[in-house]
């Protein structure tokens, strides 16, 4: 496409006549356009995708519905945007995929942000209330090169109660801000997130009587014994109950410092 002059886009690439390639291969090379070995080299290519040529008009019918509402038009008003170039000049993408279902457009895009990557690029990904079918490939994304932001009314439903992917991603995390939530199972997993302290609680009994008057005492004399005990238990530091019960701009912070060794510690905000 580019011997011949083509701008590479979806469009062009979706209406590209597949199976007219080697004679199009054929006509650059006898106009001069290429060379004898280019001819050899795409030829080789073609050949090795030939068994898959039959799913192209699928695969791109497919993904023009679901690119359809962010695809660039010609003659339309916005100017294409190109997600390598921009990051490069620190610009900020806010793409709607619109549904979970746009399994192509979603891969499409973790692509470019992995091609990104591979340039030495570092960027900061925020993924909003999407399921993790849609974006687990996101929560994978080395932590040394993409800050990720996740921001969703309940986490752990997202992570579709998947434990390791829940506590991997917690683990990584450097600040977790929770807030209220109506799942007992969230309310549980996030207070085992806190932790646990050790709980002393004190009790005291008082016992009271009196002794047998005898031959050298009047009256019987009274008698009284205190005993004190002290017992330990496991408690959370952000009790399940305390997250059922939050109101509206309450939250609770959890950060990590490491420092040789990673601690944390539970803020209550407001």
């Known amino acids: 496409m ?5 701008c590479l886009s979806f469009k062009m690439f979706s209406i590209c006549p597949h199976e007219l390639l080697f004679y199009k291969v054929d006509d650059l090379r006898m106009q001069g356009c290429i060379t004898d070995s280019e001819e050899q080299e795409i030829r080789s290519k073609l050949m090795m995708g030939q068994s898959e040529n039959y799913k192209l008009d699928s695969y791109f019918a497919s993904l023009k519905i679901e690119i359809m509402p962010i695809m660039y038009v010609t003659k339309g008003s916005h100017k294409s945007v190109n997600m390598i170039h921009a990051l490069k000049k620190g610009a900020i993408l806010c793409i709607d995929i619109a549904s979970v279902t746009n399994k192509l457009l979603i891969n499409t895009l973790i692509y470019q942000l992995k091609l990104a990557l591979t340039c030495g690029m570092r960027y ?3 993924i909003d209330s999407i399921p993790v079918n849609a974006n687990e490939a996101y929560l994978k994304v080395p932590t040394d090169k993409v800050c990720k ?3 969703t009314d309940d986490f752990y439903s997202m ?3 998947d434990e ?3 506590s991997a991603v917690v683990g990584e995390s450097q600040i977790i801000v929770v807030m209220g939530h109506t799942s007992s199972n969230s309310t549980i997993k996030w207070s085992e997130v806190f932790g646990q302290y050790d709980k002393y609680e004190q009790s005291c009994s008082t016992s009271r ?3 047998r008057r005898t031959a050298f005492s009047l009256f019987a004399s009274p008698n009284q014994s205190r005993t004190v005990s002290i017992s330990k238990n496991r408690e959370f530091v952000v009790k399940p109950e305390m997250t059922t019960q939050m109101d509206y701009g309450e939250a609770y912070v959890l950060t990590a410092v490491k420092r040789g060794t990673c601690t944390s ?3 209550w905000l407001s």
């Open 209 to 211: 009587g009196s002794s």
């Open 124 to 126: 900061t990904l925020l």
């Open 164 to 166: 390791k992917l829940f």
């Open 159 to 161: 992570t579709r109660s």
């Open 2 to 6: 580019k011997k011949g002059g083509k």
């Open 265 to 267: 510690s539970a803020q």
């Open 149 to 151: 932001m996740i921001a």
